[in-house]
């Protein structure tokens, strides 16, 4: 069966310092990957979302970047973090469009505090 | 942009009654999604419907589609305090590639008081 990871659970963070957010998941070959941000009591905003290795595209301009290195493997990073960038990240991923539907399955999400 | 949009934002209702949450959206799509997320937790993928269904029943769970209203309904039937939680719909529009992607709502809040 498939299963995805995220890790840390929780992170505080200085203004100003990097971040690393580490997704694996399970199971499965050549999935779709996706970064959400959610912030308090909000949607989830799509960030970066992967069809394949070093093939990332961007949601929306900011202070993070993302990258794949392997099959599996989703990275989240930032130079710099900022204080909005505070929120829960979750990490998620779906198989590739074959014409019948793409359920995406979350991982448990890492809760970012930056101060 | 949000695609879909869920309404109420918040709803509380007494255990054993029913829940009604619906959504509505702009595009074409291929399918539409429910999805719940406990507080602090990950979502959980509840049920799909396609663009050619117009009902659907998984357990407690019922979804409509109307997509010339561009709208769906998600009905919890006899709820339980352990159906608390954010529900979100999500849209499809069937791309692929770099067109692969959901799009989700704010989310509706359910209490379900015991």
């Known amino acids: 069966s498939q299963t995805i990871h995220q890790w840390p659970a929780t992170l505080v963070q200085p203004v100003g310092s990097p971040l690393s957010l580490e997704c694996t998941v399970e199971?499965?070959?050549?999935?779709?990957l996706y970064w959400y941000r959610q912030a308090a009591g909000r949607g989830l905003q799509l960030l970066f979302y992967?069809?394949?290795?070093?093939?990332i595209s961007s949601e929306v301009p900011q202070n993070l970047s993302a990258s794949r290195p392997q099959d599996r493997q989703f990275i989240l990073s930032s130079k710099k973090l900022l204080l909005s960038d505070s929120g829960f990240y979750l990490c998620?991923?779906?198989?590739?469009?074959?014409?019948?539907?793409?359920?995406?399955?979350f991982g448990p999400g890492t809760r970012l505090t930056v101060t | 942009s949000q695609q879909g949009e869920e309404d109420p934002q918040a709803l509380s209702i007494q255990e054993g009654e029913n829940a009604t949450m619906n959504c509505s959206y702009k595009?074409?799509?291929?399918?539409l999604q429910w999805y719940r997320q406990n507080s602090g937790r990950g979502l959980v993928h509840l049920i799909l419907?396609?663009?050619?269904?117009r009902e659907k029943h998984s357990g407690r769970l019922r979804v409509t589609l109307d997509t010339s209203k561009k709208s769906s309904s998600l009905l919890i039937t006899a709820s339980r305090a352990a159906d608390t939680a954010s529900y979100f719909c999500?849209?499809?529009?069937?791309?692929?590639?770099?067109?692969?992607?959901?799009?989700f709502g704010k989310g509706i809040t359910l209490s379900v008081r015991p």
């Open positions: 998620a991923w779906s198989v590739p469009y074959a014409g019948g539907g793409r359920e995406q399955y």
């Open positions: 199971g499965t070959s050549n999935p779709n």
């Open positions: 992967s069809v394949g290795i070093g093939q």
């Open positions: 595009t074409s799509i291929n399918n």
């Open positions: 419907i396609r663009s050619n269904e």
């Open positions: 999500a849209t499809d529009g069937g791309g692929t590639g770099a067109n692969s992607k959901l799009t």
